[in-house]
């Protein structure tokens, strides 16, 4: 018996960061939307702990205990007393260390795979808590939709937003290391004082009225300049996806996957076409946000 989980991926329509704690994390207002372009997780018991991974980028992907989709599975068993042996393959389809929860959508994938598997029981509450120890982007990709990220990201309020969103994605030829982009956000940041991170009003009303044009105005992320200042390239990527009719371009998260919003299909297809042409990244995916998060898929009916 296996069970598959599929999970998607986000964009942050806006990242507000605040000083580094003491801690070394940054508080933050992180405002998530889970967008269509998934990895699917699948668990099937067998003999020991072992991950495997298909897709794109699948030679990225660490196959050892801190693969965070094993990680999941051991914490998972640990609080219940049983041995976390299980075979999880990841059909990844979410760019590695791209800035849009890949390795968090695989964590949540997982636990919430094992604990279908195993029937453990557990509340909403318990694999939230699991989802927070694992990142602090792990529990968002386990309950998806829209959502404000405080704290580390992981205290969650739900958004409702009021219609959908079409936007392109735009992955680029290396990864970004996520640590190394706050490390560079702190070094930027060196001499001056740094609010306290607050989700913008505009940007929340605009997310409730599903106006594409009032979000455009609104996103923003705090995490660009340090991204760009890692990764210069990408300003050209912006910059080809706003010529071609983007309403806002910017950074997911702590990239390097750039992502532009537009204002129905036809625009997101437009603007795909003309970032495939530009020479500027390495492939361009266009998906709608808000969709659902971490969820169970129904066992395909075998002859
Ligand atoms: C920046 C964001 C925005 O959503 O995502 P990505 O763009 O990486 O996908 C997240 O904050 C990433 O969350 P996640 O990838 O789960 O990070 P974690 O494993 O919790 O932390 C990895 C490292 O990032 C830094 N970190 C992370 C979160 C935070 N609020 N402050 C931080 O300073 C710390 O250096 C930490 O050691
Ligand atoms: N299941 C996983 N999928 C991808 N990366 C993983 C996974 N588990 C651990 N990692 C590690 O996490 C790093 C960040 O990956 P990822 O979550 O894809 O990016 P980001 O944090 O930018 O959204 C990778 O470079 C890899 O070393």
Redesign the pocket.
């Known amino acids: 018996m296996s069970v598959t989980v599929r999970v998607p991926a ?1 964009v ?1 329509v806006q ?1 507000a ?1 605040g000083a ?2 003491p801690d ?5 207002a ?1 405002v ?1 939307l889970a967008v269509g372009l998934y990895d699917e997780v699948t668990v099937t018991p067998a003999d020991e702990l072992r991950v495997t991974c298909a897709g794109p980028d699948a030679d990225q992907v660490p196959l050892d205990r801190t693969n965070l989709a094993a990680r999941a599975a051991i914490a998972l068993a640990g609080r219940y007393g049983r041995s976390p042996d299980v075979h999880v393959h990841i059909a990844k389809d979410i760019p590695v ?8 959508a695989d964590g949540a994938g997982a636990l919430l795979a094992c604990d279908a598997l195993w029937g453990t029981g557990a509340s909403r509450a318990e694999l939230l808590e699991i989802c927070a120890e ?5 529990p ?1 990709s386990l309950v998806g939709g829209a959502a404000l ?1 405080t ?4 205290v969650l309020t739900p958004l409702e937003v009021g219609g959908t969103f079409h936007w392109v994605f735009a992955m680029a030829a290396r990864g970004l290391s ?2 190394a ?3 560079e ?1 702190d070094r930027l940041a060196e001499g001056r004082d740094v609010p306290e991170p607050v989700a913008s009003r505009p940007l929340l009303d605009a997310l409730a009225a599903g106006d594409a044009d009032a979000l455009a105005a609104a996103v923003s992320n705090d ?1 660009q300049p340090a991204a760009l200042s890692l990764f210069p390239e990408l300003t050209d990527t912006l910059a080809a996806g706003r010529a071609a009719g983007a309403l806002a371009a910017v950074v ?4 390097p996957t750039t992502a532009f919003l537009t204002r129905d299909l036809a625009s997101a297809e437009a603007v795909a076409g003309a970032l495939r042409v530009s020479g500027t990244c390495r492939a361009v995916r266009v998906a709608v946000g808000p969709v659902a998060g971490a969820t169970v898929l129904e066992p395909a009916a075998s002859g």
């Open positions: 986000k942050n990242l960061v580094a704690r070394g994390f940054h508080d933050l992180n998530f260390a791209g800035g849009m929860a890949g390795g968090s694992l990142g602090s982007d792990v968002f990220g704290g580390r990201g992981e996520t640590p982009v706050f490390r956000f995490l997911s998260g702590s990239g």
